[in-house]
């Protein structure tokens, strides 16, 4: 009989609303674990890691997500590791341990759109389904996967996209459409991120470059910058992301926009272009969230740009 390990950190899965009617993280996993029934034919065991909500995570807290998942793997008679996790961050968190897992055993990310106490709760048949597919052998070199809405998908190029539908989240590679290959991964060494200063700054029509040198006034060891449109910007902010490379900052270009690539299509002084010519990195397929935690990743295990761009290039 296999045996999961169940990571319980919190989120709208473990929330149930107080006196005030807020939702609040308040579940232990032990507590999702009865909810969700038992899984036939598997063994669950269940640690408490965090219990909060995931957009008040701190990366102090990822980093010990990421180390509970390692030590979950470092018995030999575990078939697979479930993380449950709040919606909101969920694609950062379950990116970061992706960067780093090169074991071959499914690590399964899954949550809830609706709390505990709701009549319409999700989480119970999200963790029996996510449970299910880390104690499936078919599951295994597939790296880190999410299972929500009796879907799965891998977790590079996820983003969460509805604050309502019973599926938030697109973007990852179904994988049904794998054929039992695994994507192409690029590893990073599993170092701590907590000390790694990357902030995120967006345009908008106007905006200028305050932020940006803010940022590096903080020593921001990066920056990710949310374009516009396939990652454009403004000139003022164009001219301040000149000015950050030049300090030695590594700057990213993402967009606001869900669906399409990153392309440096367009020029003018502040377009995709232009910003490549600075010398910034353009990520063609992962949104702001996603594109920091590989920033943070790799500055943190001392990768050097030019794999930061190896990386986000694809």
């Not at 390990?5 to 993280?25: E, F, K, N, Q, Y």
């Not at 470059?209 to 454009?232: Q, Y």
Request: net charge negative; glycine share 12%.
């Amino acid at each position: 009989m296999p045996d999961v390990i169940v990571l319980a950190t919190g989120g709208t899965i473990a929330s149930r609303h107080d006196d005030s009617g807020a939702a609040v993280a308040a579940d232990s996993g032990a507590d999702l674990l009865g909810s969700a029934g038992e899984v036939a034919g598997v063994t669950v065991t269940v640690r408490d890691v965090v219990r909060a909500d995931s957009s008040a995570l701190t990366l102090e807290q990822l980093d010990a997500i990421r180390a509970a998942v390692g030590e979950a793997l470092s018995s030999p008679d575990v078939a697979g590791v479930v993380v449950t996790h709040g919606t909101d961050t969920m694609e950062e968190t379950s990116l970061l341990v992706d960067l780093a897992h090169a074991d071959p055993r499914p690590v399964v990310f899954t949550g809830a759109q609706h709390p505990a106490d709701s009549p319409n709760a999700d989480g119970p048949a999200n963790l029996a389904g996510a449970i299910a597919v880390a104690a499936d052998p078919a599951y295994r070199g597939l790296g880190v996967l999410l299972s929500f809405a009796g879907e799965v998908q891998t977790v590079r190029g996820l983003a969460k996209v509805s604050t309502t539908a019973p599926q938030p989240f697109s973007g990852g590679l179904p994988v049904a459409e794998l054929a039992g290959s695994a994507p192409h991964r690029l590893l990073a060494r599993n170092a701590p991120i907590a000390d790694v200063r990357v902030d995120v700054v967006a345009s908008y029509p106007g905006a200028d470059g305050v932020l940006v040198d803010a940022a590096v006034a903080a020593d921001a060891r990066g920056i990710v910058l949310v374009g516009t449109g396939s990652g454009n910007t403004t000139v003022a902010l164009a001219d301040a992301v000149r000015r950050a490379i030049d300090a030695g900052v590594v700057v990213v270009v993402s967009t606001r926009i869900v669906a399409g690539p990153v392309d440096a299509a367009y020029g003018g002084g502040g377009g995709a272009a232009d910003l490549v010519a600075a010398g910034a990195i353009l990520s063609r397929r992962l949104r702001p969230g996603q594109a920091r935690i590989v920033l943070l990743a790799l500055l943190a295990g001392g990768v050097a740009p030019r794999w930061i761009e190896a990386y986000l290039g694809r």
